[in-house]
C-alpha cells in the first residue's frame, strides 16, 4: 500500500516542493535535494492544530507536532505556486493530517491533541481584543457626530457598543485552547470541505 503524501513549496525563495510521507513508523521528510530526515511516530508527544490568516492566505490550516527531543514541524495547507501566488492545497493536506494523527495515537496513546491558540498566544489576543474594544467605545463615546443633537444619541452609540461584544466573545470562544482525542478531530480544526461555509478565523497574523 502505498504511502499517504504531501507536498507544498513553502515560499518564493524555496528551492523545490518538500514532500511529507506518512510512513509505518515515522512521518519522512524528503527534501527537494531528494534527502531524508524522519521523525519517529513515537517520538511525537504532542500536536496541535489551528486556522492562522496569514497575508495572501486566510484560508491557512497549519498542523504543528512537538517531539520529546523539543522539536517542532509546521506543515500548513499553502503552496507557492511559481510565477503566481500561494495555493491551496488543502484536498492533500487534510487526508495527509488524519492519517499522521491516526499513526502518532497508534504509536503513543498519550500524545496529546490541542486546537487553537496556544495559551501565551491566547492570552495576548484576549488582551489586544480587550483593549481595541475600549478604545472603540471610548471613540463612540467622546469623537462628536450629528447625532449627539438627537435625543436618542446615547442610547445609539450604547446599542453599537452592545452589539461588538457577542463579536468578541465570539472570536474568545473560538481562539480558546482546547484538548482533543487524537481520532475524534473538531471540525473547525481543519480546512472546510470542498462547498462548505469557511469558518471565520479567530486569529490574526503572528
Not at 11 to 26: F, K, M, T, Y
Not at 148 to 163: C, E, Q, R, S, Y
Request: aromatic share 8%.
Amino acid at each position: 500500500m502505498q504511502a499517504i503524501s504531501y507536498r507544498r513549496r513553502r515560499g518564493p525563495v524555496s528551492r523545490g516542493e518538500r514532500e511529507w510521507r506518512v510512513g509505518d513508523d515515522a512521518l519522512v521528510m524528503v527534501n527537494p535535494s531528494g534527502g531524508e530526515k524522519r521523525t519517529p511516530w513515537r517520538d511525537v508527544i504532542g500536536v496541535r492544530l489551528y486556522h492562522e490568516q496569514l497575508r495572501r492566505r486566510p484560508w491557512r490550516y497549519a498542523f504543528e507536532l512537538h517531539t520529546r527531543q523539543g522539536g517542532r514541524i509546521v506543515i500548513d495547507n499553502a503552496h507557492w505556486a511559481i510565477g503566481s501566488d500561494y495555493e491551496d492545497r488543502s484536498t492533500s493536506y487534510t487526508p495527509f493530517v488524519r492519517a499522521a494523527l491516526a499513526r502518532i495515537a497508534a504509536a503513543n496513546p498519550k500524545a496529546r491533541l490541542l486546537t487553537g491558540e496556544t495559551q501565551k498566544r491566547y492570552f495576548f489576543l484576549m488582551l489586544t481584543s480587550l483593549l481595541a474594544i475600549a478604545a472603540l467605545a471610548f471613540a463612540l463615546l467622546l469623537i462628536r457626530t450629528p447625532l449627539d443633537a438627537t435625543p436618542f444619541a446615547a442610547p445609539v452609540k450604547l446599542g453599537l457598543i452592545l452589539l461588538l461584544l457577542p463579536v468578541f466573545w465570539l472570536g474568545v470562544l473560538r481562539s480558546l485552547p482546547r484538548g482533543a482525542p487524537l481520532d475524534c478531530v473538531p471540525e473547525r480544526a481543519l480546512p472546510p470541505e470542498p462547498g462548505s461555509k469557511p469558518l471565520a478565523s479567530a486569529a490574526s497574523e503572528r
